[in-house]
T-cell receptor
Framework: NAGVTQTPKFQVLKTGQSMTLQCAQD?????MYWYRQDPGMGLRLIYY???????DKGEVPNGYNVSRLNKREFSLRLESAAPSQTSVYFC???????????????FGAGSRLTVL | QKEVEQDPGPLSVPEGAIVSLNCTYS??????FMWYRQYSRKGPELLMY????GNKEDGRFTAQVDKSSKYISLFIRDSQPSDSATYLC??????????FGSGTRLQVQP
């Protein structure tokens, strides 16, 4: 049981280049999320998808786009990378984002992105 | 001001010590409180979950929530070197996704 799989694990980009981070989960979860983690800032939500066919902005969405390709897959795209987007990106999933309950997240191992 | 504040540490303790990790928050609507543990170069994983105020114990770990003070704590008894990790508090309300603290790095010295 793989859980949440992210690719690539590492990537170096030049300013202005574009790239897509891929995420897939095999737990039949409805909700998926993209967070970035920076020193001293903790985990900040970029975008999330409460269910297949829906996406919503989180705390720091500028410079990113997402696609919920199907129930399993949720990708994050950087159209024109900037040095401020150097970070570790985590994809996560949960059974469902409801109005009650813990909404326990299962995280992937992370993707380390450096923008020069 | 951040909604959730957490001392980044690092916190260094000897093996066997009792560890206290804390978070404060500003949004009184938060109802669900969690602690995630993150080992170096790994994704966070859920450690403890509590709903509203009170205590919850799981082995060597105890989570406390004081909603009147907007303060949550995680206690680790008989700390082990394997507890060395970053501990992130997280909380939520309604249909909002989790809001995380910045994490406290803990080092347990053998």
């Amino acid at each position: 049981n793989a859980g949440v799989t992210q690719t690539p694990k590492f990537q170096v980009l030049k300013t202005g280049q574009s790239m897509t981070l891929q995420c897939a989960q095999d737990m039949n979860h409805n909700s998926m999320y993209w967070y970035r983690q920076d020193p001293g800032m903790g985990l900040r939500l970029i975008y999330y998808s409460a269910s297949e066919g829906t996406t919503d902005k989180g705390e720091v969405p500028n410079g990113y786009n997402v696609s919920r390709l199907n129930k399993r897959e949720f990708s994050l795209r950087l159209e024109s990378a900037a040095p401020s987007q150097t970070s570790v990106y985590f994809c996560a999933s949960s059974e469902a984002l409801r109005s009650s309950g813990a909404n326990v997240l299962t995280f992937g191992a992370g993707s380390r992105l450096t923008v020069l | 001001q951040k909604e959730v504040e957490q001392d980044p540490g690092p916190l260094s303790v000897p093996e066997g010590a009792i560890v206290s990790l804390n978070c404060t928050y500003s949004n009184s609507a938060f109802q669900y409180f969690m602690w995630y543990r993150q080992y170096s170069r790994k994704g966070p994983e859920l450690l403890m979950y509590t709903y509203s105020s009170g205590n919850k114990e799981d082995g060597r770990f105890t989570a406390q929530v004081d909603k009147s003070s907007k303060y949550i704590s995680l206690f680790i008894r008989d700390s082990q070197p394997s507890d060395s990790a970053t501990y992130l508090c997280a909380m939520r309300t309604g249909r909002r996704a989790l809001t995380f603290g910045s994490g406290t790095r803990l080092q347990v010295q053998p």
